[in-house]
């Protein structure tokens, strides 16, 4: 039984792509990446178009306005982030004087960040910066 050497070369590229792709190693994402990624989905947005404007609207709850920093990335993405902490130290004081404690926590904790790409005719030189806090 022979084997057409059409057959065998094409059996051969084969085997050369296969050790191709072998030798790269996988690139798997950081766990800045992972944070990040996770922190933009859970925090919601509107943006609202105005004819000269756009207004960017985002729940970052429990945060003050000074906790909240913005800023543009390459020019043109608009970057809005922030981060709430638990005040571990405070809540163990009350804990040990009161003898209370969580039963349950369901606020978010961790980075909140949202990245907006700006439209090409944005102008960013007269941008105005509002922030509100509360509800």
Do not use: W
């Amino acid at each position: 039984m022979g084997l057409d050497s059409s057959m065998v070369a094409a059996i051969y590229d084969m085997l050369d792509v296969m050790d191709d792709t072998s030798e790269r190693k996988p690139q798997h994402p950081s766990r800045a990446y992972i944070r990040d990624t996770k922190a933009m989905k859970a925090t919601p947005a509107d943006i609202i178009e105005y004819p000269k404007a756009y207004h960017f609207v985002l729940d970052m709850p429990g945060l003050k306005s000074d906790q909240i920093r913005v800023h543009l990335e390459d020019g043109n993405v608009l970057v809005v982030s922030g981060e709430r902490r638990r005040e571990k130290e405070k809540e163990k004081e009350k804990e040990k004087e009161d003898g209370v404690k969580y039963i349950r926590m369901e606020r978010r904790f961790g980075k909140m960040l949202k990245k907006f790409i700006l439209p090409e005719n944005a102008n960013t030189e007269k941008s105005v910066l509002l922030i509100r806090t509360g509800c």
